[in-house]
């Protein structure tokens, strides 16, 4: 064989070997540096106005995804009357180790969800859902896209066969959508809508995104980022509304904006009535009641 055949075909092989060691070291600097930065933060910020603790971790995926799984997670979001906390009893992150940032969450077992009310009560909803994921996409240091998806949501009051958010930046605003499918909503925030709703969709975006810049990347806490948003007269632009009974539907469009509380204010118009949100309520014309 001349020396041209055995360097063609030897090459290839340690070029192969060679990217497959670089990306096994680079696993391990990424997934060290992940654990360090994990135990650094847990009890602790892990941005400015967000608390994260978990009772246990595990980093695996190796050589090439980096799988994060940590039990007993808390996560705690400041906010105006009081802390937003959401707790679950297995989360797992799932990223490659190279490429853009981006990463797919799955959440499983008992969820928690608490918030303060402007009187200063918790409130405090528990559900199991029969599958939890989400995703998150990071462009240049800043959250462009996150997509969730709660199927088969079991709560003791409140109860959906699916529940999805989605939102994205998209120039000067940020585009979101919220459905809800064969829902059981007998109190809280919608409780007016209830108690048993077929569909909700929602299809809206935020203007002047500028102001939330800071939060989406970040910088400064949510609360801080969503006042600055609201004192710069950012608004909650509904396309459409949709809501499905059994026997009735109804569609609404219109503005809606956040008090000093930072819950929605304003009404939104259709053909046979309104929708008014005040305070922490939905509240549905006399028309369109059964």
Not at 185 to 190: C, Q, R
Not at 267 to 277: D, K, Y
């Given at each position: 064989?001349?020396?041209?055949?055995?360097?063609?075909?030897?090459?290839?092989?340690?070029?192969?070997?060679?990217?497959?060691?670089?990306?096994?070291?680079?696993?391990?600097?990424?997934?060290?540096?992940?654990?360090?930065?994990?135990?650094?933060?847990?009890?602790?910020?892990?941005?400015?106005?967000?608390?994260?603790?978990?009772?246990?971790?595990?980093?695996?995926?190796?050589?090439?995804?980096?799988?994060?799984?940590?039990?007993?997670?808390?996560?705690?979001?400041?906010?105006?009357?009081?802390?937003?906390?959401?707790?679950?009893?297995?989360?797992?992150?799932?990223?490659?180790?190279?490429?853009?940032?981006?990463?797919?969450?799955?959440?499983?077992?008992?969820?928690?969800?608490?918030?303060?009310?402007?009187?200063?009560?918790?409130?405090?909803?528990?559900?199991?859902?029969?599958?939890?994921?989400?995703?998150?996409?990071?462009?240049?240091?800043?959250?462009?896209?996150?997509?969730?998806?709660?199927?088969?949501?079991?709560?003791?009051?409140?109860?959906?066969?699916?529940?999805?958010?989605?939102?994205?930046?998209?120039?000067?605003?940020?585009?979101t959508y919220l459905l809800l499918q064969n829902a059981h909503?007998?109190?809280?925030?919608?409780a007016s809508l209830g108690p048993d709703l077929q569909t909700?969709?929602?299809?809206?975006?935020?203007?002047?995104?500028?102001?939330?810049?800071?939060?989406?990347?970040?910088?400064?806490?949510?609360?801080?980022?969503?006042?600055?948003?609201?004192?710069?007269?950012?608004?909650?632009?509904?396309?459409?509304?949709?809501?499905?009974?059994?026997?009735?539907?109804?569609?609404?469009?219109?503005?809606?904006?956040?008090?000093?509380?930072?819950?929605?204010?304003?009404?939104?118009?259709?053909?046979?009535?309104?929708?008014?949100?005040?305070?922490?309520?939905?509240?549905?014309?006399?028309?369109?009641?059964?």
């Open positions: 064989m001349r020396y041209s055949s055995r360097f063609f075909l030897y090459a290839p092989i340690a070029a192969l070997l060679t990217l497959a060691a670089i990306a096994m070291v680079h696993w391990w600097i990424v997934a060290s540096a992940l654990e360090r930065r994990l135990d650094a933060v847990n009890g602790h910020e892990i941005i400015p106005g967000v608390r994260i603790s978990f009772a246990s971790k595990r980093i695996a995926g190796f050589p090439f995804r980096l799988e994060t799984r940590l039990s007993g997670l808390r996560i705690e979001i400041a906010e105006k009357d009081g802390p937003i906390a959401w707790t679950t009893e297995d989360f797992a992150a799932h990223a490659l180790a190279y490429g853009r940032v981006q990463a797919i969450f799955e959440a499983a077992g008992r969820q928690t969800l608490s918030w303060h009310d402007a009187s200063g009560r918790t409130h405090a909803f528990a559900f199991l859902p029969g599958t939890f994921r989400a995703s998150a996409i990071v462009e240049n240091g800043e959250l462009v896209r996150f997509d969730s998806q709660i199927v088969d949501l079991d709560g003791a009051d409140f109860r959906a066969a699916k529940l999805e958010f989605h939102f994205r930046t998209n120039k000067d605003k940020v585009e909503v007998p109190s809280g925030y919608a909700l969709t929602v299809n809206a975006f935020l203007d002047h995104r500028a102001a939330l810049d800071g939060g989406l990347r970040g910088q400064i806490a949510p609360v801080a980022a969503l006042e600055r948003w609201r004192q710069a007269g950012g608004a909650i632009m509904v396309g459409n509304l949709a809501l499905g009974w059994k026997k009735r539907a109804a569609s609404f469009s219109g503005k809606l904006m956040l008090d000093e509380h930072h819950n929605l204010s304003g009404i939104l118009h259709g053909t046979r009535g309104s929708l008014t949100a005040s305070g922490n309520k939905l509240i549905l014309s006399s028309a369109l009641l059964p």
